[in-house]
């Protein structure tokens, strides 16, 4: 055994001891962050707005900036974690995003590592929206890498089973793009497309977007590419994409990329149905149903590409009389966090 393996080993085993009391009031702080069940910071319905200012529990080591670190808090030796970098959309914030997506509340029952970041102010100009948080700068990609690096270190590459990028919205194309760079590409497994871009077309309402200022639909218009049909990747990865029913005219039967990774055709799964509504909404702009309303109850359909090369999954996932906005319940929530437990990972053990 050579010295670089002993002290690969060695690293992987004290990062886990140091996590395996973690929840214990003697816990070592994982970047910062002791680990706690429920997670810090959890809200529910208007409750979350008051929340929605603050920027994280855990800090970038090179850059300073705050993000949302989750974790399990019964980790022993042995266990395989999923990391998930969970990116908000255009004019959000990371507070919220954790909740739309809240893949924090199985946490323990999963074994995640949730990072959820917060874009920096952009100068892109946004319409009705100056100063959004957009993520398209050379900052904010390196934001992300720093918090991905952060998190193999404190966890360890060994232990991380599988990296997913999620993404809602902008945050979604914002994966898309970054997902075959140079940095992720040999390091990403999956990519949830949270209503931010299906590969093989998913033709968009005409009139998407938010309502106007006396609260009427937008005017319909033809929606740019990068919204409608991102191209086939050049780099390989599992693939699973969430829209709300309002949101879309239609989504195919067929995959482009189910078609490149062999997938065979694909395959409906039981209906997945929820008492329970999500935890947040768009506070400033409900009512109108493309964009969405407040949270409800609801449910979805989902549907599966199965026999994909290597056992990556293709999946697509439609909640029904949902728009844009609605936070994910929690039943919907854990089947997609299902599907992402169960692709295959190992990019980060081998380089791609």
């Not at 042995?78 to 959309?89: P, Q, S, Y």
């Not at 106007?212 to 780099?235: E, I, V, Y």
């Amino acid at each position: 055994m050579t010295w670089t393996m002993r002290s690969t080993i060695a690293a992987g085993f004290a990062a886990l001891a140091a996590l395996g009391a973690a929840g214990t009031a003697s816990a070592k702080d994982v970047l910062g962050v002791t680990c706690k069940s429920p997670p810090p910071a959890h809200c529910n319905g208007e409750a979350c707005s008051a929340l929605l200012g603050d920027p994280g529990n855990a800090t970038d080591p090179k850059t300073g900036r705050k993000f949302w670190l989750d974790y399990p808090c019964d980790l022993k030796l042995g266990d395989k974690l999923v990391f998930i970098l969970n990116i908000h959309g255009a004019g959000s914030i990371g507070q919220w995003e954790r909740h739309y997506f809240p893949a924090f509340d199985y946490k323990d029952k999963y074994k995640l590592v949730v990072a959820t970041p917060t874009a920096a102010t952009s100068p892109v100009r946004v319409p009705g929206q100056p100063g959004v948080r957009v993520w398209v700068s050379d900052a904010d990609d390196a934001h992300l890498q720093n918090i991905a690096t952060a998190v193999f270190d404190a966890f360890g590459k060994q232990n991380i089973k599988s990296f997913w990028l999620a993404g809602h919205s902008q945050g979604g194309a914002t994966s898309h793009r970054i997902v075959c760079t140079d940095f992720f590409k040999d390091k990403v497994d999956g990519l949830l497309s949270l209503s931010g871009g299906r590969i093989g077309r998913a033709e968009i309402n005409p009139r998407f977007g938010p309502p106007k200022a006396d609260g009427s639909p937008p005017d319909p218009r033809a929606m740019p590419a990068s919204m409608t049909a991102p191209p086939l990747p050049a780099c390989q990865f599992s693939h699973i994409f969430e829209t709300g029913e309002h949101e879309i005219v239609s989504l195919p039967a067929t995959s482009p990329l189910a078609d490149a990774l062999g997938c065979s055709a694909r395959v409906e799964e039981k209906d997945v149905g929820d008492t329970a509504p999500g935890y947040v909404w768009d506070y400033a702009r409900q009512g109108y149903k493309v964009w969405g309303m407040k949270a409800r109850p609801g449910s979805a359909h989902i549907w599966v590409y199965p026999k994909c090369q290597g056992g990556r999954v293709v999946a697509d996932v439609e909640r029904l009389d949902k728009g844009h906005t609605e936070g994910l319940e929690p039943h919907i929530t854990e089947a997609i966090v299902k599907l992402m437990v169960a692709a295959p990972g190992g990019k980060l053990q081998h380089g791609g």
